[in-house]
Nanobody, 126 residues
Framework: VQLAESGGGLVQAGGSLRLSCTAS????????MGWYRQAPGKERELVAV????????SYGDSVKGRFTISREISKNSVYLQMNNLEPEDTAVYYC????????????????????WGPGTQVTVSS
């Protein structure tokens, strides 16, 4: 699975951006898709993730109420609408997709694999 992100950039505090990510390759067994971010000197953290059903979305505490994740299964795409951006949102944002397969062992075992995009920079000025 290959992931391609777009939509990052520079915005003033209070502004909005929309990130997009499209998966290609072996996409038939993608389960969750989501966004993570990493600011300089900090660990990568969850921003938002969504399953194959739209009501299966969850968010990091710092973005709840400001960011909205959505997904188009038919386009193998996931989006992140970011509103009321704050300087603390400045980071590289990474698209993530989780694929799952079952082993041939008895009993079968589910194996999940993470796939990552190259990242897109979001910078929020104060």
């Amino acid at each position: 699975v290959q992931l391609a992100e777009s939509g990052g950039g520079l915005v003033q505090a209070g502004g909005s951006l929309r990130l997009s990510c499209t998966a290609s390759g072996s996409t038939f067994n993608i389960e969750d898709m989501g966004w993570y971010r990493q600011a300089p000197g900090k660990e990568r953290e969850l921003v938002a993730v969504v399953g194959r059903e739209p009501d299966r979305a969850s968010y990091g505490d710092s973005v709840k109420g400001r960011f909205t994740i959505s997904r188009e299964i038919s386009k193998n795409s996931v989006y992140l609408q970011m509103n009321n951006l704050e300087p603390e949102d400045t980071a590289v944002y990474y698209c993530n997709a989780v694929t799952a397969l079952w082993t041939a062992s008895q009993p079968p075992r589910k194996v999940e694999i993470d796939h990552w995009g190259p990242g897109t920079q979001v910078t929020v000025s104060s």
